[in-house]
């Protein structure tokens, strides 16, 4: 197989599109600054590199600005790609990263989707920030914190009715912001605001946050959630233990070769 590169859309839905991620199989890891290169070149949320490093796959994700160390969508794009391209006959797959290792699956119900075995961020109950209200432009019910701010707010209608101002945000509490609600057709939506000063498509890596949080408010181990950006986003959670499992499906918009 010449293509090396692929662009896959993940946590697709009906009517949802997904998050959008790079692919970029090697054959051995490339050094950080030119993998940053290529990710900046690239231009999409996040690139994924990923090469076979003996008994499983390395695996590292850039923004066009940033390694980040933990990326759910760009697992289950990366997943999907080796899943249904390379070696269709598998039914899972293992990635080590720098935080440790991770398992991909198909479902038992549907071999299409993929669920990602990622390990659980539960956050904390934290005072609200002083200029968090203005800074959203509501009222949040409860604020929590762990790797990101979880922001909680009384409706669906509230989560998608947002429009802060992300650099200020950002720059003010100095963390991504994930803020959430109860959904009107699902268990709960949420939105996220990155480090990288813009609202993140899906983010899989979130629902380890959220997860342990709505859990323990509906007192549910299985879950269902959408992440209601302008693209939109599926995700069929259940929380383990300390692991959060993500199930979604991905597709792939294109492919071809990238020439160094």
Known sequence: MSENYFHADAFIGEGLRGNPAGVYLL??????????????????????????????????????SREVDLCGHGTLATAHVLLSVVNPALHDIRFRFAGGELYV?????????????????????????????????????????ATAMLVVLESEAQVRALQPDIPALIDQLGCSVIVTAPGDNVDFVSRYFSLDCSEDPVTGSAHCTLMPYWVGRLGRQV??????????????????????????????????????
């Not at 499983?56 to 850039?62: E, L, N, Q, V």
């Not at 539960?122 to 914190?145: D, F, N, Y």
């Not at 879950?223 to 209601?228: C, F, G, T």
């Not at 995700?235 to 597709?251: D, I, N, S, V």
Request: with cysteine; hydrophobic share 40%.
């Open 223 to 260: 879950l269902h959630a959408k992440q209601v950006s302008s693209r939109g986003g599926e995700l069929f959670c259940e929380l383990k233990g300390e692991r959060t499992l993500l199930g979604g499906y991905a597709r792939i918009f294109l492919r071809g070769e990238i020439n160094l």
């Open 27 to 64: 054959k051995k890891p490339l050094e950080t600054a030119e993998m940053q290169a290529i990710a900046n070149e690239l231009c999409l949320p996040e690139t994924a590199f990923v090469w076979d490093d003996g008994d499983m796959h390395g695996i590292r994700w850039f923004t066009p």
């Open 105 to 145: 699956a198909r479902s038992a119900e549907d071999r299409e989707r993929l669920i990602l075995d990622f390990p659980s961020r539960p956050p904390q109950k934290v005072a609200e920030p002083a200029a968090l209200a203005a800074l959203l432009g509501t009222q949040p019910l409860e604020v929590w914190q």
